[in-house]
């Protein structure tokens, strides 16, 4: 799996690694404002790291 990537699993998970989940909770990261678009798309959506997926 690609570092800083999210994999869409369905509406309401997305799989990430677990740098991207800690970046993601960084206001102003690159993956913050990723994480930001992605929930654009799906509002309800969770991250799931990818070890417990």
């Known amino acids: 799996m690609k570092k800083n990537a999210i994999i869409y699993i369905d509406d309401t998970h997305a ?20 994480w930001r678009a992605y929930r654009q798309d799906f509002p309800n959506a969770q991250m799931v790291s990818e070890n417990a997926a």
């Open 15 to 34: 799989q990430v690694t677990k740098a991207f989940e800690k970046q993601a909770r960084i206001f102003g990261t690159p993956e913050y404002r990723e």
